[in-house]
Nanobody
Framework: VQLQASGGGLVQAGGSLRLSCAAS????????VGWFRQAPGMERKFVGAINRSGGISYSDSVKGRATISRGDARNTVFLQMNNLRPEDTAVYYC???????????????????WGQGTLVTVSS
C-alpha cells in the first residue's frame, strides 16, 4: 500500500489544518490508519489513529483539538487539527496496516506502510 500525506503548510497559532492521507488502494477500510508526527530534533510520536472497526484514539497532546475521519472516498483518511499551537510544528506522517489492533494502534512498529510526511508549521 502506498500512502500520500498532504495538506500541511504554514498557519498561525489558533488556526486549523486538515491533513489528508490517500492510499493507493480503492478502499483502505480494511486497514488501521495512524497519524504520527516528528518535531525537529525529536522522536516521531503518535498523534491518533482510526482502527478497522472505526474506533478512534488520540494522544493526550491533541485530544480535543484533533479529529480523525475516513473520507467519502474510501481510500482517504483525514486528520483535522484545530486550535493549532507552535508545539504542533512537525512533519506529520500517516501509516496504515491491516494487522494493527486496538492494543498496538499507537505503536509505530505495528505499521508496515508509511507515507512520506507533510510539514506543518505553526507560527506564534
Amino acid at each position: 500500500v502506498q500512502l500520500q500525506a498532504s495538506g500541511g503548510g504554514l498557519v498561525q497559532a489558533g488556526g486549523s489544518l486538515r491533513l489528508s492521507c490517500a492510499a493507493s488502494l480503492r478502499t483502505i477500510s480494511g486497514y488501521a490508519v495512524g497519524w504520527f508526527r516528528q518535531a525537529p530534533g525529536m522522536e516521531r510520536k503518535f498523534v491518533g489513529a482510526i482502527n478497522r472497526s472505526g474506533g478512534i484514539s488520540y494522544s493526550d497532546s491533541v485530544k480535543g483539538r484533533a479529529t480523525i475521519s475516513r473520507g467519502d472516498a474510501r481510500n482517504t483518511v483525514f486528520l483535522q487539527m484545530n486550535n493549532l499551537r507552535p508545539e504542533d510544528t512537525a512533519v506529520y506522517y500517516c501509516a496504515a496496516d491491516s494487522s494493527v489492533i486496538l492494543s498496538n494502534v499507537a505503536s509505530q512498529t505495528a505499521y508496515k506502510n508509511w507515507g512520506q510526511g507533510t510539514l506543518v508549521t505553526v507560527s506564534s
